[in-house]
C-alpha cells in the first residue's frame, strides 16, 4: 500500500477554479493507475478522473471540458485543476492508487457555493 494525502479543498463560487494535489509516500513509477474519486452527500463515490501510468486520461462525461487531471511520476504527485466549478461538484475528492489492496487518501472538501 502507499500514504495518500489530499490537499487543495475549500469553498469556491460557482464559475470558480480549485486545484487539488495528491502526495505518496512512494514512488508512482510502480503504481499501473491513480485515480480521483469524490462522493457528494447520499451519494455513492464516484470516479472523476483516471490516469493510468501509460496512456491517455479519463475523465467522468460529467467534468469533461472542465477538469485536467495530471501525474508526476518523479514527484509522486497527482493533481487535479478544475475550472468552472458547479455547485453540483461539491464532494469530497480523493485520491485513490490502485492495487491489491487499493489504497485511498482521507479526502478533502470541496464545496461550490454562492
Known amino acids: 500500500q502507499v500514504q495518500l494525502v489530499e490537499s487543495g479543498g475549500g469553498l469556491v463560487q460557482p464559475g470558480g477554479s480549485l486545484r487539488l494535489s495528491c502526495a505518496a509516500s512512494r514512488s508512482l513509477f510502480s503504481i499501473d493507475v491513480m485515480n480521483w474519486f469524490r462522493q457528494a452527500p447520499g451519494k455513492q463515490r464516484e470516479l472523476v478522473a483516471r490516469?493510468?501510468?501509460?496512456?491517455?486520461?479519463s475523465y467522468a462525461d460529467s467534468v469533461k471540458g472542465r477538469f485536467t487531471a495530471s501525474r508526476d511520476n518523479a514527484k509522486n504527485t497527482i493533481d487535479l485543476q478544475m475550472i468552472n466549478l458547479r455547485p453540483e461538484d461539491t464532494a469530497v475528492y480523493y485520491c485513490?492508487?490502485?492495487?491489491?489492496?487499493?489504497?485511498w487518501g482521507q479526502g478533502t472538501q470541496v464545496t461550490v457555493s454562492s
Open positions: 485513490n492508487a490502485e492495487g491489491t489492496p487499493p489504497s
Open positions: 490516469l493510468p501510468r501509460w496512456g491517455s486520461r
